[in-house]
Each structure stands twice: as C-alpha cells, then as structure tokens.
C-alpha cells in the first residue's frame, strides 16, 4: 500500500534531498541541460515546475519562496530574468525528460532533463513551432493569378 507516499525519497534523509534537489535546480538554469538518473530527473522535475510557474509574476513575495527552494541568488535572478520571459505564454510542461540508456558502472538508467524552450534541435532560433492544418491551402488565388496573366496576355496580342 502506498499511503502518504508523495514522492520518491531518492534513498536520502528529507535534508540531503532537498540539498541535492537544490543543487540540481540551479544547474539546470544555469546549464539550460543536464544530465541524471532517471529517478533524479522525475523528482527535479516535480521540484522545479512550480518554481518555475512562480517566477512568471515576479513580485518579491514570489522571489522569496523561490529563494527558499534554490538558496542561490544567482539562479534566482536568471530564473526570473531569462527563463520566465522565455516561458511566460507556455502552460506548464516547462522540462523535457530524454531517456539514455544505462551507465556503464552500476547499469542505472540514464536521462537528460532540459528545458523545453531552450532546446535548438526542437526549436529553431528559440522560436515556437508554426502549428499547420492538415487541410489544403485555397487555390483561389494561384488560379486567380493565372487568369490575370492570361487576359494580360490576350490584350497584349
């Protein structure tokens, strides 16, 4: 039975958790990308999301509750500089979790954790995917086009 089991302990006291959760959290801004078991990148993920929603309505109440998580003032300051502008219209979802494959000397399972916005590959310059239709464009104005061109060409003739 899994009664009050919220998340994952990481096998570590309460204190080194959050310590380690902490630390991860201000790589991850700093770097934009990181690299971690996947146990580690699942509960960084839980950890972050909510500071990162935090950071879009940067009041001083919200820099402070965020401080309290990261306690790096650096990372705070980047957080609601950079990355809260870069994700202010995005609805949540903000870190993207890819899978490695296993390390090579204990066989754990691999992931990078990144954030969304920053990944080049994905998005290109830093700009949002264009969303297209799968429907098919009108073509009114080719075939328009084509009529204009052809009675142009009977009245030069």
């Known amino acids: ?3 009050g089991k919220k998340h994952n302990h990481l096998g570590r006291t309460t204190s080194h ?4 959760l902490a630390n991860m959290s201000c790589s991850l801004i700093e770097h934009k990308r990181i690299n971690t078991t996947v146990a580690k990148a699942k509960a960084l993920r ?3 999301e909510p500071l990162i929603t935090k950071s879009k309505s940067d009041t001083t109440h919200n820099r402070r509750i965020v401080f309290s998580y990261l ?3 650096y990372a705070v300051t980047e ?3 950079e990355i809260s502008v ?7 979802g903000y870190l993207r979790i890819i899978k490695l494959g296993n390390r090579q000397g204990d ?3 691999m ?6 916005d920053y990944n080049e590959i994905y998005n290109p310059n830093g700009k949002k995917a264009k969303k297209t239709t799968r429907r098919g464009k009108s073509k009114k104005t080719d075939s328009a086009q084509v009529e204009v061109k052809a009675t142009e060409e009977k009245s030069e003739e």
């Open 1 to 3: 039975m899994r009664h």
């Open 17 to 20: 958790r959050k310590a380690m």
């Open 111 to 116: 992931a990078m954790v990144e954030l969304v």
């Open 79 to 81: 957080l609601f500089k």
């Open 46 to 48: 839980v950890f972050v």
């Open 86 to 92: 870069k994700v202010g219209d995005r609805p949540g």
């Open 71 to 73: 306690r790096d003032k």
């Open 107 to 109: 066989n754990a399972p």
